[in-house]
C-alpha cells in the first residue's frame, strides 16, 4: 500500500524566509503529483502538478521538485509572507487510468509570522 | 476562473438520516471524484466515477454510499443511513481528459463539512 509523508507536520517561520516542505512516497509508480493549499475549514487548491516525466516545476514563488527514484518531492517557497500561511498537501496519481485517484499525505502546516 | 462548487457548506443531521451532497463540477469535465477527511486526518479517496459509472472505489465507499448524475451539471454522493463516523469534509473533485494525462489535475470544491449527530 502506497504511504506518503510529510515532514515536518508543522512549520514556523518569520516572513521573508525561504522554506522547503518534503513529501515522501514509497512506490515509484507514479503518473504526476500535486501539490495543494487548505486554508482552515476550507477546500484545496492546487498549486502545482508534476509529471512523473518532469523534475521541477515553477509558479511565481513556488517551486516543486520530484524525484521518483528516492521517492521525493519537495515544494520550495521563496521570500515566505503571512498569507503563505495555510496547510500544504502533496498528493500522487498512479497510472492506473484516466480516473485514477490522488493518494494524498498528511500535510504540513505552514506559519509565516511577521 | 471555472470552479467546483458545493452545498451545501454545512450539514448537520440525525445518525441514521439519509443526505445527499450536491457538487457542480466543472462545466466540460468529463471525470468526477468524492474525498473526505475526518477532523484532523488525511484526504481519503472514496470514488471516481466516469461515463455515468463507478471507475474505481475505495474500501470506504460501502453499500450505504452512492453516487449520481443526474443530469448534466450536478454530481452528488448520498449516504443512506448516516454513522457517527461519516461526520467529515466531503470534498467534489473534477477533472478533463487532457491529451496528455499526466497532465491532469483534478480540481477541488471547498467542501461539504457533514456533522452526524
Not at chain 1, 477546500?43 to 508534476?50: D, K, N, V
Not at chain 1, 527514484?69 to 492506473?96: E, H, K, M, N
Not at chain 2, 448534466?72 to 494525462?101: H, W
Request: with cysteine; glycine share 6%.
Amino acid at each position: 500500500k502506497q504511504e506518503v509523508t510529510q515532514i515536518p507536520a508543522a512549520l514556523s517561520v518569520p516572513e521573508g524566509e525561504n522554506l522547503v516542505l518534503n513529501c515522501s512516497f514509497t512506490d515509484s509508480a507514479i503518473y504526476n503529483l500535486q501539490w495543494f493549499r487548505q486554508d482552515p475549514g476550507k477546500g484545496l487548491t492546487s498549486l502545482l502538478l508534476i509529471q512523473s516525466s518532469q523534475r521541477e516545476q515553477t509558479s511565481g514563488r513556488l517551486n516543486a521538485s520530484l524525484d521518483k527514484s528516492s521517492g521525493r518531492s519537495t515544494l520550495y517557497i521563496a521570500a515566505s509572507q503571512p498569507g503563505d500561511s495555510a496547510t500544504y498537501l502533496c498528493a500522487f496519481r498512479r497510472d492506473t487510468g484516466t480516473a485514477s485517484k490522488l493518494t494524498f499525505g498528511t500535510g504540513t502546516r505552514l506559519q509565516v509570522t511577521l | 476562473e471555472p470552479e467546483v462548487t458545493q452545498t451545501p457548506s454545512h450539514q448537520v443531521t440525525q445518525m441514521g438520516q439519509e443526505v445527499i451532497l450536491r457538487c457542480v463540477p466543472i462545466s466540460n469535465h468529463l471525470y468526477f471524484y468524492w474525498y473526505r477527511q475526518i477532523l484532523g486526518q488525511k484526504v481519503e479517496f472514496l470514488v471516481s466515477f466516469y461515463n455515468n459509472e463507478i471507475s474505481e472505489k475505495s474500501e470506504i465507499f460501502d453499500d450505504q454510499f452512492s453516487v449520481e448524475r443526474p443530469d448534466g451539471s450536478n454530481f452528488t454522493l448520498k449516504i443512506r443511513s448516516t454513522k457517527l463516523e461519516d461526520s467529515a469534509m466531503y470534498f467534489c473533485a473534477s477533472s478533463d481528459r487532457d491529451r496528455t494525462l499526466a497532465k491532469n489535475i483534478q480540481y477541488f470544491g471547498a467542501g461539504t463539512r457533514l456533522s452526524v449527530l
